[in-house]
């Protein structure tokens, strides 16, 4: 999807509070409204059961996949926007939240900095990340092993597509 000096990236989309495919979409909205960033294909939602903290409503998991001219930095700043937009509140870690946006791979860099590692350091052990992200990009290498290889070695129980296609981005939509 990437043109001339773009570089693409994945991105995971979730929440489980108030309407979260509303949210995924108008994070989108915002993300492709930014003069350096492009939303391309997305995934179906997927409902997913809680990771981490599972006493908690299940979530509703997507993905993307968008291209910009932006660093993985400045990108991640327009991620961190957006769910600050959408009124994101980070009161406990894997605990209920009504967005959140994580940058999965941005093109092939490898960055290890405070706050921002990429490919994301989880990724592999998350299959509500990677469900939605194989049906954009099932042969993605990512450290050597493809997303299929990484959703193989663990349990994707529980995971439920929800109909709809990439329909839920489009504003008006019927949501989960």
């Not at 309407?19 to 492709?32: G, T």
């Not at 960033?37 to 939602?45: A, E, I, P, Q, Y």
């Not at 590692?117 to 990009?137: C, K, N, Q, Y």
Request: net charge negative; aromatic share 6%.
């Amino acid at each position: 999807m990437s043109g001339h000096g773009e570089t693409p990236a994945y991105l995971s989309l979730g929440g489980n509070l108030g309407d979260p495919a509303a949210a995924m979409a108008a994070a989108l909205r915002f993300l492709d409204d930014d003069s350096r960033t492009r939303v391309g294909r997305v995934s179906s939602l997927y409902r997913t059961p809680p990771w981490g903290k599972t006493d908690q409503p299940d979530f509703i998991n997507a993905a993307a996949e968008i291209a910009t001219t932006r660093d993985a930095r400045e990108l991640l700043e327009l991620c961190l926007d957006a769910e600050r937009r959408l009124k994101r509140v980070r009161a406990e870690r894997w605990g209920p939240r009504l967005i959140d946006l994580d940058i999965l791979t941005f093109g092939d860099s490898s960055v290890r900095e405070p706050g921002l590692e990429l490919p994301h350091p989880r990724l592999s052990e998350r299959a509500f990340v990677l469900v939605p992200l194989l049906e954009l990009a099932p042969d993605l290498a990512i450290g050597g092993r493809s997303v299929r290889a990484m959703l193989d070695a663990i349990d994707g129980s529980g995971i439920e597509k929800l109909p709809g296609g990439d329909g839920w981005r489009k504003p008006g939509s019927a949501s989960a």
